[in-house]
Structure formats: structure tokens, C-alpha cells
């Protein structure tokens, strides 16, 4: 089995051609396959996801285990 990658930005018509190498067979079984990136985000939108953040009760229950995990590894370099 041989992978090609090929990234491509979604055109308005949603309509994709898939450019296959000539070293393949012409009767050769392909399997397609789509995964789709996010698109860039901006400024503004990371930082309407970090304001979500401080009120999600997991993503505040994670920073809370960190900081106790880290608690005696602060403290070590002041005694």
C-alpha cells in the first residue's frame, strides 16, 4: 500500500480533483479519504476560547491537579 498526501484549500464549488501519479496502475483500487484541518484562527477568536476556558469546571479541575502536581517543585529552589 503507497500514501499521497495532497493538501488542497476547498474551492467555492466544493468540488475536489484528485491528481493521481502516473506510476499507478490504471485498473488500481484507491481509497480516499478526507480529513479536514481547521482553518487559521484569529487574535480574537483564540481569545474568546481562552475566556470559555476559565469557566469550563474541567479545564479548571485540570489547572487545579497541575497545580497541586507541581506544588513541591516550586518550592524546591527557595529553601
Known amino acids: 500500500m ?5 493538501i488542497v484549500r476547498i474551492p467555492r464549488n466544493h468540488e475536489l ?3 493521481v501519479p502516473e506510476h499507478i496502475a490504471e485498473d ?3 481509497e ?3 480529513l479536514v484541518k481547521p ?4 487574535f ?3 481569545i474568546k476560547e ?3 476556558a476559565v469557566k469550563d469546571p474541567m479545564y479548571l479541575d485540570d489547572m487545579k491537579a497541575i497545580s497541586r502536581d507541581f506544588e513541591y517543585a516550586d ?3 527557595w529553601e
Open 39 to 42: 482553518g487559521k484562527r484569529g
Open 75 to 77: 518550592m524546591e529552589g
Open 2 to 6: 503507497e500514501a499521497i498526501r495532497q
Open 17 to 19: 480533483k484528485i491528481k
Open 44 to 46: 480574537k477568536d483564540k
Open 50 to 52: 481562552l475566556r470559555k
Open 32 to 34: 480516499v479519504i478526507l
Open 28 to 30: 488500481e483500487l484507491m
